[in-house]
T-cell receptor
Framework: SAVISQKPSRDICQRGTSLTIQCQVD?????MFWYRQQPGQSLTLIAT?????????ESGFVIDKFPISRPNLTFSTLTVSNMSPEDSSIYLC?????????FGSGTRLTVV | AQSVSQHNHHVILSEAASLELGCNYS??????LFWYVQYPGQHLQLLLK??????LVKGIKGFEAEFIKSKFSFNLRKPSVQWSDTAEYFC???????????FGTGTRLKVLA
């Protein structure tokens, strides 16, 4: 299965600032997925990042708040913009290898 | 809307006890089913999956799960847990032909040595 490197692993950010999370996969994949895991809650899909096209966002998530880049088949970034304490979560990228998702190690974001 | 329910949020067991974690989903069509595990400080890992065929699926580390279509369930079992099984377990469902997974809220398992 694919190996995913995600960074940073954690960060503490001031409200109103932005953080960009990077996700690198060791093989080429068509789709990459970004999830959020809020404290005590399940994983929620933010968006699907396709190489060469705009990301597809799920209900409740918008591009202005969570812009995504997908410059090639092995890399993607998610930016959390204009952060507020409500954005404190774990953010995960994942890929589907055809037999189940593989997840990155996650980015634990705390907004103060 | 599709949903996944994990009724046990926290489970505490002694070593060698048997484990069963419940997972129910709401969707009437064909589904793919997964159990993921997250050990403390580690990332989510696939424990086992069901796509089709034998409804009793065996995964890593002695875990198994049984798909019961009539009950919309995919419960996770292990006959004898170990301290190292302490982790959070997530059930997930995807509908056939889609790539989107819907996750349950997770069950935190603590195994006492």
């Amino acid at each position: 299965s694919a190996v995913i490197s995600q960074k940073p692993s954690r960060d503490i950010c001031q409200r109103g600032t932005s953080l960009t999370i990077q996700c690198q996969v060791d093989s080429q994949v068509t789709m990459m997925f970004w999830y959020r895991q809020q404290p005590g809650q399940s994983l929620t899909l933010i968006a699907t990042a396709n190489q060469g096209s705009e990301a597809t966002y799920e209900s409740g998530f918008v591009i202005d708040k969570f812009p995504i880049s997908r410059p090639n088949l092995t890399f993607s970034t998610l930016t959390v913009s204009n952060m507020s304490p409500e954005d404190s979560s774990i953010y995960l990228c994942s890929v589907d290898g055809g037999a189940g998702y593989t997840f990155g190690s996650g980015t634990r974001l705390t907004v103060v | 809307a599709q949903s996944v329910s994990q009724h046990n949020h926290h489970v505490i067991l002694s070593e060698a006890a048997s484990l069963e974690l419940g997972c129910n989903y709401s969707y009437g069509g064909t589904v793919n089913l997964f159990w993921y595990v997250q050990y403390p400080g580690q990332h989510l890992q696939l424990l086992l999956k069901y796509f089709s065929g034998d409804p009793l699926v065996k995964g890593i580390k002695g875990f198994e799960a049984e798909f019961i279509k009539s009950k919309f369930s995919f419960n996770l079992r292990k006959p004898s847990v170990q301290w190292s099984d302490t982790a959070e377990y997530f059930c997930a469902v995807s509908t056939s032909g889609t790539y989107k997974y819907i996750f349950g809220t997770g069950t935190r398992l603590k195994v006492l040595a």
